[in-house]
């Protein structure tokens, strides 16, 4: 088929194929005509067969990094008929909630780097005009504002030049994520007649930080707040820790979703704009925090019970 003048020489040692001479294929073969070839000398590389990766498991795993989010039902002002404004706390170190805390995947992780990308978008906590309850989303902060928001703060008081205290102020100093061990939601609680249906939707997540001060107990305080609806494309890829299945394959949009947490009631909207802590304290503001819940769930069982 083929003529040759010259060498072949494989060195499967160095991967290689050498020829020496031309090689010139035929111009024809079994009464069908082909273009005529030379192959010139040389000395080519030989590709070595791509090592496949043994898979790590009995199974192969839902990729989460190209997962959506499931988009809320459409809300329509006209078909709300009940609502109600609620602010709770989680806390990663109960027991219910500690596979926010694992080193495989940490939330305070998840929301840092996404911030970092420019992902999710951090927005400041503080008090202002415009913003009387500082959950309002009003002023973006850059990441580096944001992670200075979370480092450890000490309450470092000001004096004049007299001596007198004027005030105080916080300083920031290094931003260590294991101190992050509580968050915040706020969310609405609404009853859609169009669907018949009873639920909650977050709002915003706000990660908390407790200065530091001679002599006092500060309380926790939000460090920013996120928007929660345009932060689920990014916990949609983010997958959790399996709690007690590894086979559950959630993501963090799943958990709070799902409701796949534990936490406490600390506010709800009220005519005097109280926190449950503003009018009770120690156990009373678990009892408090329960009944509360207890108002919302006994709400929908009587809403229910009304329209059977």
Aim: proline share 4%; glycine share 4%; hydrophobic share 35%.
């Amino acid at each position: 088929m083929k003529r040759m003048k010259g060498r072949l020489i494989i060195d499967s040692l160095n991967s290689q194929l050498a020829i020496s001479g031309i090689w010139t294929s035929d111009s024809s073969y079994n009464g069908t005509t082909y273009t005529k070839s030379d192959c010139a000398p040389g000395t080519f590389a030989i590709a070595k067969p791509v090592q496949l990766r043994p898979l790590d498991g009995a199974y192969k795993k839902t990729d989460l990094a190209n997962s959506h989010s499931t988009p809320y039902a459409n809300l329509r002002e006209g078909d709300v008929t009940f609502a109600k404004r609620v602010w709770r706390d989680f806390d990663v170190r109960d027991k219910a909630n500690r596979f926010m805390a694992s080193p495989r995947q940490r939330f305070i992780d998840v929301l840092t780097d996404a911030i970092q990308k420019g992902e999710i978008t951090a927005y400041d906590a503080a008090v202002s005009k415009d913003d009387p309850n500082g959950d309002g989303f009003v002023k973006r902060l850059t990441p580096e504002q944001a992670k200075r928001k979370m480092a450890d703060s000490t309450l470092v008081d000001r004096f004049d030049k007299d001596g007198n205290k004027t005030g105080s102020v916080l300083k920031a100093g290094e931003f260590n994520p294991d101190s992050i061990i509580k968050f915040r939601i706020k969310e609405d609680w609404v009853y859609d007649k169009q669907r018949s249906v009873f639920e909650p939707r977050i709002i915003g997540i706000a990660p908390m930080v407790k200065p530091k001060a001679a002599n006092l107990n500060l309380e926790y305080q939000p460090a920013f707040w996120i928007y929660f609806p345009n932060a689920r494309r990014v916990f949609a890829n983010k997958e959790v820790a399996g709690r007690f299945n590894d086979a559950t394959n959630l993501s963090y949009d799943d958990i709070f979703i799902k409701r796949l947490f534990t936490s406490y009631v600390i506010k709800e909207s009220n005519v005097q704009d109280q926190r449950i802590q503003d009018f009770a304290q120690g156990l009373d503001k678990l009892r408090e925090s329960d009944k509360l819940k207890k108002a919302l769930a006994e709400w929908e069982a009587q809403l229910w019970k009304n329209n059977n």
